[in-house]
């Protein structure tokens, strides 16, 4: 019976998983408004969703679950989460309340169009948007209400609570009226949130139980014997940052290398933040020519040249053109145009007339991207050329600091990222190559000067990471919020929390080395392309929050140990078939056994984390968002393994490593799939 409940229990996860899979590709070609009715709003969801919980709970029962206190915590905090959200859907009323100056308000419309009587009356005093000093970016959206004959104020990440209903700011009247969302949810909320706590407290106690089993394959004697001897090599990659001028610049018109120094430090008002003129130079180089510098030139004497001589800039083939089908369309001889290569000699704009041919041949469906890329190249020369493109610090506006210029100075001239990637990359690959060529051919005793080698990398690995961590700290200081607000800086602080686990691993396994030099320089790589944006922005008024910094932070910590997992089952997937290396095997297998842990638990928590940022944002702590969707498929994916530890899946080695390999891949969706090919709210993430 027991084994059948199991089986059952099994299959209804995974049917779980695969209908949430299906429902997000659904929503992308629907819209959130049908699956939010058609399924996760829908009585056959809901049901399902009991009878797994059900199921679960009646297979804990006949397993004497409380006989294993930590089973039981999570028991009884996923019971908590199962009947909160049951509570939920049940009994929560959620809308939006419309406030007009002057006019009381006391009712709110509900998604299904159905009209809620509020127990008070509400009337909007006064509402304002908050600006970034100097800047038109919005800091926050504020709303100033009477409530009964007492002011109440509702913002951005800032709620007004009474009576069990929940007020959020949501829209805004271009009149000065304001929209609140509303969500009165007494029961639910309360409930699942009490989830979340024994949830926390139960994978703490997990990791923490001495005999919980956890700490009982920690105590392992395969973890003890010193781990797998690795043969690493360095060398050294000749790196490349700067470019040589060119003899036909010496006839294009730039400002004198004295001028530029001086002019570099001026302060400007530009994408929304107040900046040294240098990091407007240098995004306008980076944006138009895509390197650093253009023919050696400083970035100032770029943009001064072309701020006084236009009509012989406009003639420098400095727009490059990434598309070799758009290169044909221009008929372009290389990879760069100037200006006045994309207009003819009526001076008609000639990317208009191939994105109107775009719009009506589909066979041509795949220029759009780079027409509009390189037309954003054009729009950024003509803001320059109108004086549009920064504007000057207003006058009653603090202006930044001597120390924060010079470092944000400094930041600029630190190319730490591209050479952190060459570097970490370069020695990834070679002692991941070398890790796989011992693996197979069991050569495990290295010359005497390689042993040397080997023990100088670690000190080269905290090396980098202090590097890196001073980066990223600059970027800290400057920007003033902890850098997490978008794909880039994400993807710097997934790449520290890789080298530290690395280096805290190393100290007993030194496999743990390669895979940490290749993890991180592949993160460094992706930050360090086109797609992510490295420029140093406002926070979004809805980001401003002290949820964020935790919620991503638990998030990536998750990642960077499923990494770490996927990279351990692929080397004891090669390792498979060597007799000599059953212990080996034995030794990695029993250590992705050890970190499903703390990663199951950091996506957990950091799920959490962000359903509570969401219930103080939006009011409402759960919204069945793309992101939050696969991000509970991976939760889940992954926490299987750790519920049926003793099922033939996870007992075969091999099968095990195999299974830890491709759920690696809800990784992926969740964190680059969602963002690019489905959206959603959580765009902004690699924004």
């Known amino acids: 019976m027991n084994k059948v409940l199991s089986i059952l229990l099994r299959v209804s996860c995974a049917l779980l998983i695969l209908v949430l899979a299906l429902a997000t590709l659904i929503e992308d070609q629907q819209g959130s408004l049908w699956v939010e009715r058609y399924i996760y709003g829908h009585w056959w969801f809901v049901a399902f969703n009991m009878m797994v919980f059900a199921l679960a709970a009646y297979w804990a029962v006949c397993n004497k679950v409380w006989r294993n206190l930590d089973f039981l915590l999570f028991t009884i905090a996923f019971s908590f989460i199962a009947v909160g959200a049951l509570l939920t859907y049940a009994t929560a009323e959620r809308g939006y309340a419309h406030l007009e100056k002057g006019a009381k308000c006391t009712v709110f419309e509900g998604r299904d169009r159905t009209i809620h009587q509020l127990p008070f009356e509400m009337e909007l005093d006064s509402f304002c948007v908050r600006y970034y000093p100097g800047t038109e970016a919005p800091m926050d959206y504020v709303s100033y209400m009477h409530v009964n004959g ?21 829209s805004f009247d271009e009149d000065g009226g304001s929209w609140l969302s509303v969500n009165h ?56 940052f700067g470019g040589t001028e060119s003899a036909n610049m010496q006839a294009t018109p730039v400002i004198s290398k004295e001028k530029a120094l001086d002019l570099r430090r001026n ?49 420098e083939k400095m727009i490059k053109v990434k598309s070799d089908e758009l290169r044909q369309a221009l008929c372009m001889a290389g990879e760069y145009c100037s200006l006045a290569d994309l207009y003819d000699e009526n001076g008609r704009y000639r990317l208009q007339s191939l994105w109107l041919r775009e719009q009506q041949n589909r066979d041509l469906s795949k220029l759009e991207k780079a027409i509009g890329e390189v037309d954003e190249k054009v729009g950024i020369i003509q803001m320059l050329l109108s004086n549009t493109l920064t504007k000057p610090l207003p006058q009653d506006v603090q202006p930044l600091s001597e120390e924060k210029v010079s470092a944000e100075l400094l930041y600029n001239r630190l190319p730490l990222t591209k050479v952190l990637f060459m570097l970490n990359l ?25 042993k040397n080698v080997f023990k100088t990398l670690p000190v080269v690995l905290l090396v980098i990471m202090l590097v890196q961590a001073f980066g990223y700290g600059l970027r800290w200081y400057i920007s003033g919020r902890l850098p997490l607000n978008n794909g880039y800086e994400t993807m710097q602080f997934f790449s520290l ?63 960077a140990l499923f990494a770490f997992i996927m990279l351990n089952s692929l080397f004891a997937l090669v ?11 034995e030794q990695l297998t029993l250590i992705n056994k050890i970190m499903l842990y703390p990663s199951t638990i950091f996506i957990g928590v950091g799920i959490a984390l962000g359903s509570v940022w969401a219930n103080e944002s939006w ?54 799939g969602v963002n690019y090919l489905l959206g959603g709210m959580h765009s902004y993430a690699n924004a």
């Open 497 to 559: 929390v890789v080298m530290i686990i690395a280096a805290v691993l190393s100290r007993r396994y030194k496999f743990a080395l390669p895979f940490g030099f290749l993890l991180s320089g592949f993160t460094l790589l992706v930050s360090h392309l086109g797609e992510m944006n490295p420029q140093i922005t406002p926070l979004m008024p809805v980001l401003n929050s002290p949820w964020l910094s935790a919620h991503v932070s638990m998030i990536m910590m998750s990642y």
């Open 426 to 450: 370069t020695l990834g690959f070679l002692s991941c190559g070398l890790l796989f060529y011992c693996g197979l051919t069991q050569k495990n005793r290295p010359l005497q000067w390689l």
């Open 150 to 170: 007492t002011t109440e104020v509702v913002s951005m990440n800032k709620n007004f609570v009474k009576d069990g209903y929940r007020f959020c700011q949501s």
């Open 185 to 240: 949810d007494p029961y639910g909320a309360t409930t699942m949130f009490g989830g979340y706590i024994l949830f926390a407290v139960a994978g703490l106690f997990s990791l923490l139980n001495r005999s919980g089993r956890f700490r009982q394959m920690i105590q392992n004697p395969l973890l003890k014997k010193g781990g797998m001897l690795l043969l690493l090599l360095f060398v050294h990659l000749p790196f490349s």
């Open 575 to 585: 390792l498979m078939n060597k007799e000599a290396t059953h212990q080996q095997v």
């Open 267 to 315: 302060q400007v008002v530009y994408q929304n933040r107040i900046v040294p003129f240098n990091t407007v130079a240098i995004d306008f180089v980076k944006k138009i020519v895509g390197t650093d510098n253009y023919h050696g030139l400083m970035p100032e004497q770029v943009v001064g040249g072309w701020s006084i001589a236009p009509e012989i800039w406009r003639h």
């Open 619 to 672: 009011g409402n702590y759960w919204g069945w968002d793309s992101k939050e969707v696969w991000a509970l498929i991976t939760f889940m994916v992954y926490g299987v393994a750790i519920l049926f530890p003793t099922t033939s899946l996870f007992e075969n080695r091999r099968s095990f490593h195999w299974y830890m390999f491709l759920a690696f891949l809800t990784v992926l969706m969740t964190y680059f």
